[in-house]
């Protein structure tokens, strides 16, 4: 069972940048398909991107061209570039790892957008 713990997020101003990380342990992250979800206050969850386990990726719309997901399998880590941040990315921002059969989640990162 694999272990996730996210981390780099904070207030940042609109147009900024941030990275987001995603600590794995307890299993090795390339035996699963990992993805980044956020939550508004509100809203269901969804998902911003996901990466396979050989680096295909997909993006949901309203990031494609501003974020990017990365998978470093020897550091057992995953990142989110987030560039062009908006207000509406305000949200927590959510790993997780999927097999055909599990899901598991971390505890998610707070990324807040706003002057």
């Known amino acids: 069972q694999v272990q996730l713990v996210e981390s780099g997020g904070g207030l940042v101003q609109p147009g900024g940048s941030l990275r987001l990380s995603c600590a794995a342990s307890g299993s090795t992250l390339s035996t699963y398909v990992m993805g980044w979800h956020r939550q508004a206050p509100g809203k269901q969850r969804e998902l911003v991107a996901r990466?396979?386990?050989?680096?295909?990726?997909n993006y949901a719309d309203s990031v494609k061209g501003r974020f990017t997901i990365s998978r470093d399998d020897a550091n057992n880590t995953l990142h989110l570039r987030m560039t062009s941040l908006k207000p509406e990315d305000t949200a927590v921002y959510y790993c997780?790892?999927?097999?055909?059969?599990?899901?598991?989640w971390g505890q998610g990162t707070q990324v807040t957008v706003s002057s």
């Open positions: 997780n790892a999927e097999t055909l059969s599990d899901v598991y």
């Open positions: 990466i396979s386990r050989i680096g295909l990726t």
